[in-house]
């Protein structure tokens, strides 16, 4: 249960929007029914793309608020120039997940990086390459993530997102949602399926001249007017590429 922002393309104002999210640490919405503050303070990550455009890289991970502290901050500013692709990640631990840095969101493996929102309950036996090694702390989207990277081996360019829009609707172990960010450095998708809670588990896309911006929830900046924020639908996969960027967007049959 956690909040996910992408922003693919160049924009001038990638910092503010990346820091502007980085609030949603303290303020982000929470499931209904929940007898919690708003927040997502159990760790937070970033990765972006490599120089060439070809990976995405692990940039850093914490424990605690984005918002506390200065480390975050510090990451969005090391950066010299604007990341062809960006992940950040606000995490709010499922019950059934431990609190440890092993957790922490994203997951990389082979230029692949994933960032989830939701619970997928028995993740480990989900198949997978047994080649794969486990990282983390028992991470239900660590297992899934090797689930899709399974899926994907020996796919060409052209044909992954089908791939991955089928390798979601086989999905057969419960789970809350797999609203997804995945990107391999040079293509970002964007995953929503959910299967309860519909006005938690939201993306959001947001197109600016030359980048788009992909979030849980809407950020709240200046720069963006609150109106061109727009809903994914549920069982959508979005491919976002090219420069100029375009979408694709791919329809995932629905699971019972």
């Known amino acids: 249960m956690c909040r996910l922002l992408g922003i693919y393309g160049q924009s001038d104002i990638w910092r503010e929007i990346a820091l502007a999210f980085s609030e949603q640490a303290e303020s982000g919405a929470i499931p209904p029914g929940e007898d919690q503050k708003p927040g997502h303070k159990d760790g937070w990550g970033i990765t972006m793309t490599n120089r060439d455009h070809t990976a995405m890289i692990p940039v850093i991970r914490q424990l605690g608020s984005a918002r506390k502290g200065s480390c975050y901050r510090d990451a969005i500013f090391a950066a010299s120039q604007p990341p062809g692709i960006l992940l950040c990640h606000l995490r709010k631990a499922s019950d059934i997940i431990p609190i440890t840095l092993a957790n922490a969101h994203p997951f990389i493996h082979n230029g692949w990086a994933i960032i989830h929102n939701g619970t997928v309950f028995d993740a480990e036996s989900l198949p997978r390459d047994p080649r794969l090694m486990t990282t983390s702390d028992g ?91 727009k809903p994914l639908s549920n069982n959508r996969l979005l491919r976002i590429s090219g420069t100029p960027p375009k979408i694709e967007q791919i329809p995932i049959a629905a699971s019972n």
């Not at 992954?160 to 609707?169: K, P, Y």
């Not at 970002?188 to 929830?217: C, V």
Request: hydrophobic share 35%; with cysteine.
């Open 139 to 229: 991470s239900d989207t660590e297992h899934f993530f090797h689930y899709l990277l399974t899926r994907m081996q020996n796919t060409p360019s052209a044909g992954m997102a089908g791939t991955i829009a089928r390798a979601f609707a086989a999905v057969e172990t419960d789970y809350s949602a797999l609203n997804c960010l995945l990107s391999n450095g040079r293509d970002l998708f964007a995953i929503r399926h959910y299967r309860k809670w519909e006005e938690y588990y939201t993306l959001y896309t947001y197109t600016l001249p030359g980048s788009i911006i992909i979030s849980s929830q809407p950020v709240d900046i200046p720069q963006l007017k609150p109106d061109n924020w």
